[in-house]
């Protein structure tokens, strides 16, 4: 069995279709996962292949999206200054486009800046935070705390601007449990149990695994 399938995907503002390959589902193995449910990969770190760029215009995207990101595209007003930008890119950025199983996590740490770029011009403001967190999990394998938490106290006040507005269940979850996550790891322990025991007490029963998350969480606030 191979550890990598080939796939293609068309770029939403250029056209272009482009190959990048995707972790076949038997090879990802996960080995543990930390407090805030960051996975541990055994072998392969899958989330390196959670993003792809254009390499026509370096429109980059979640792969996740792939089949919904041309309506967010196309359906959205900002679509110009989406232009723009990558035009921008196309003038000051010099690394080649990877989207291939040999891609190095630096290229991927760049593809989190380009993605968290676009999604917010996008208006999506959730998937801007899901982004950055994968780029504080970067700065966390790298053992660059001062970066993660910079990135962090970014999220956390997108998500206390963000929170009250989310109407998806397991979104709000999400959001809440970071909120609590988040003051955790910045010292804040009464915010962070606070935005924990407002989520413990309104989901009692869901099986939402953030919130047997924020339980071990509260645990450790004690
Ligand atoms: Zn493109």
Do not use: H
């Not at 959205?76 to 200054?81: A, G, L, T, V």
């Not at 935005?195 to 924020?214: G, H, I, T």
Request: net charge neutral; aromatic share 16%; proline share 2%.
């Amino acid at each position: 069995m191979e550890d990598f399938i080939k796939d293609f995907a068309q770029c939403p503002i250029c056209g272009k279709e482009f190959s990048y390959n995707k972790v076949s589902s038997p090879s990802i193995k996960v080995s543990s996962y930390d407090l805030d449910l960051k996975p541990e990969y055994r072998t392969i770190n899958v989330s390196l292949f959670s993003v792809i760029t254009c390499p026509n215009c370096y429109f980059t995207f979640q792969e996740k999206d792939k089949s919904d990101i041309i309506n967010y595209v196309n359906n959205n007003e900002n679509f110009s200054k989406i232009v723009q930008f990558l035009e921008y890119i196309g003038k000051t950025y010099s690394s080649k486009v990877d989207n291939s199983s040999n891609k190095s996590s630096d290229f991927y740490r760049d593809q989190l800046f380009l993605a968290g770029e676009i999604y917010s011009i996008l208006g999506l403001s959730l998937e801007v935070v899901k982004i950055m967190i994968k780029l504080s999990w970067y700065y966390r394998e790298k053992n660059d705390e001062e970066k993660e938490l910079g990135i962090l106290y970014y999220c956390g006040k997108l998500l206390e601007r963000e929170y009250q507005n989310i109407l998806n269940e397991d979104d709000f979850i999400f959001a809440l449990f970071y909120l609590g996550y988040i003051n955790y790891r910045l010292d804040r322990k009464k915010e962070a149990a606070k935005y924990l025991d407002y989520l413990l007490k309104k989901y009692k029963s869901s099986s939402n695994p953030y919130l047997k998350a924020a339980k071990n969480l509260r645990g450790e606030l004690r």
